[in-house]
Structures are given as C-alpha cells and as structure tokens.
C-alpha cells in the first residue's frame, strides 16, 4: 500500500507578484524583506504607500509565514547580501519613485513633488534623523530597547534638537526607561521594543534635520560605546543613521 506524500504548501515567490527573473523569481518573500522594503520606502519617501511594493511585499511574506513557509525573522540571501533600494529622481514637477530588490526593479511609479514636513525648514529631499529613527522602527521592530539602543536614540534627539544634551521627558529618556525595565524583566514578551519607542519619532522630537556624517557618527559612537563587543546592531539606530547619512551625500 502507497503513502501519499504530504503535499508542500506553496509559497507565495517574487515572480508570482513582480517582473523578475533568475533565483529572485523562484524566491518566497520573507518577513524581514517586506520589513527592509518598508524601511526604505519610509526613510527615501517619509511614509509607507498604501498598495505599494512593501504592502503587497507584507502581504505575500504573511501568506507565507502562516503557512509555515518561512518564519517570522527570515530574510532571504538575496536581500541580506545585495539589499533593498528606493530612489528618486525629479521630472517635469513629478517625482519618479523606483524600488529594487537585489538589483532587479519591483516597482516604479511617479507622484507630484508635494512633500510637508513637521520642519519646514529641512530640505524636503534629505532623509532626516526622525526618519532615520521611523525607519529603525519598521526594521528592528520587535527589538527590546536596551541601553546601547537608549544610548543611540538619546544622541540622535540632541542632534536633531541642535543640543549637546539629553532632551529632558523627550524620546531619549524614553528609551532610556524602557532599557531599564526591559533589563528587570527575563522574558522578551514583556519588554519594550523600538517599534514602541520609536514610531512617530518625527512627532516626537522637539526638532528634526538633514543626517549628516557628523550626526551618523556621533549616534553610532554612542551605540556601539554601550555595547559589549562594541558592535553596531543590524538594522538599528545607528545603521539606519548611517545609511541616511549615506544617501544625503548622494542627493
């Protein structure tokens, strides 16, 4: 008598819902690639799009992980190794958006340059900390706040506030509570995590800038100067603080 072997569930790939070729077609989309997509899009665009790229991307990886497909914390090769890219670039008053996975295009779009923020005095196309800081939420969501965390995003408030000190009742005091009751707790599930630190960072902050090397600089030397192997976290503060500064210098 044969056993029928149980049948795979099927995985939602890149090819099923994007133009692209090559191991990215035959690829499922992971959890933390829809969370790296959204990162982008959030930090380049100052907002997440309804129906764009990261939603369908959250979309798919969801369908994927309840199906036991991938896990939550999976990322794939592709992404870790080559990355996920928005960029911009202006014609005729419209600004055209292209995003990428790998190298390959997902999506490309335009929208009318309007942009509004909370400081009009930043150059509406600089990434500025508190995107930096709103990215770091999407990225390193279900982190738990610890004190090289409290430590980066207390350098990145008085940077943004144009201070040489910890804004007082401000974010960085913040994290820096959360930091202290996560560290009297032993089990993650009731700690405090950036995403709970740090989403609306903008609306947060007593002020907002352009990231600068200098800024990137000076957060990643608070993050890593509290950390025991003087390491930078993936997708945390100071990465995201450095990857704007980045794309600051390119514009």
Known sequence: MSHQQPRRPEAVKYGDVFHVSGQLARTPIAPQDAATIQAAENMVLGEVPKGGVAA?????????ERR????????TDIVSDQGAAVSQTDVDGCRIITEAIGGQIVGRYGQPREVTRANPD????ACTIGEALEA??????YKPVDESD???????????AGLGHVVPGGLGAEAKSAAEHNARIARDEGKTTLEDVLTDATEKLTGDKAVTREDAQGV??????????????PGGVAAFMAAAARLNQQK
């Open 56 to 64: 369908t991307m959250q979309s798919a990886a969801s369908w994927n």
């Open 68 to 75: 036991g497909v991938v896990g939550h914390n999976d990322i």
């Open 122 to 125: 930043v150059d509406p196309d």
């Open 136 to 141: 770091t939420a999407i990225s390193a969501a």
């Open 150 to 160: 409290a430590a980066a995003i207390q350098a990145a408030e008085a940077r943004a």
């Open 220 to 233: 990643i030397q608070a993050e890593i100067s509290n950390t025991p192997d003087m390491a930078a976290h």
